[in-house]
């Protein structure tokens, strides 16, 4: 436990290096103060689309950050020829995807409170406000969210270059969020082995949208039930212990050469 919370920290520490948060936060905050500068079709006071375009951009922004820190780590410590000595540390190979996975999650799931703290701060300038609990619970389940996409982006990289497993991450991440909705529809009118094929992709792939209480935060809905907001955290922690161990069970056998992933 200790060496994959070492690799956790070291994945902090590159982040910093890289100020990739830096730049989103910047991006940000910027929409954010030119919205607050704005009378947006005459609204006035309302916040609601404060709220809304808010929050839309808090997630876009998290989900960027999830896939490109979650697919970069393990290609890039083979890359640079650093997966050697971490592997004769010794460390297994179990807890150096643990680790990455874990200090991508930490670092994205701190990321995205920054975030929504920095839009409760522009609703209050604008006379606006959150329920506090209805806050946590989308905090939680956003968490939830980020931990699956962090988990499917690792183990999309334990075999593909950094750039393709970003690539195919955000595609399943984004079919999964626009159009697993949809399938049961989609199936009522289809036949054989299509509709087979339509039912086993809707129980494969992840129904993110099942973390989304964005719609309760805009417009102030009493919070969700206890019971529907654990379930769909355990949902979650199953759903990324199914990819986090795919990851481990295409990684454990891998052979590594220096320089195979220039």
């Not at 905090?139 to 270059?161: D, Q, V, Y």
């Amino acid at each position: 436990m200790i060496r994959i919370l070492i690799l956790a920290r070291l994945v902090w520490l590159e982040m910093i290096r890289r100020k990739d948060v830096y730049v989103l936060l910047i991006l940000l905050a910027a929409f954010l103060v030119t919205l607050m500068a704005l009378n947006l079709f005459g609204l006035g006071q309302a916040v609601s689309y404060l709220k809304e375009i808010g929050l839309l951009l808090a997630w876009v922004c998290s989900w960027i950050l999830a896939v490109s820190v979650s697919t970069r780590q393990l290609p890039q410590e083979e890359r640079q020829g650093t997966i050697f000595t971490l592997l004769a540390k010794p460390v297994s190979r179990v807890e150096v995807l643990l680790g990455k996975w874990l200090g991508a999650w930490f670092v994205v799931g701190a990321a995205t409170l920054v975030f929504y703290v920095l839009l409760v701060l522009m609703v209050a300038l604008r006379g606006g406000g959150f329920g506090g609990v209805v806050l946590a619970q989308a905090w939680l389940l956003h968490l939830g969210l980020l931990a699956i996409i962090t988990a499917l982006g690792i183990a999309f990289s334990t075999r593909l270059h950094a750039d393709a497993a970003s690539a195919l991450t955000y595609v399943v991440t984004l079919a999964a969020w626009l159009v697993l909705p949809r399938v049961p529809d989609l199936a009522l009118t289809a036949r054989g082995a299509v509709q087979t094929g339509l039912m086993v992709i809707y129980y494969a792939l992840p129904h993110l949208e099942l973390f989304d209480m964005r719609r309760r935060l805009v417009y102030g809905w009493p919070p969700a039930p206890g019971a529907a907001v654990l379930l769909t955290l355990v949902y979650g922690l199953l759903m990324t212990a199914v990819f986090l161990t795919l990851g481990w069970l295409a990684y454990r056998n891998k052979r590594f050469t220096r320089g195979a992933m220039l």
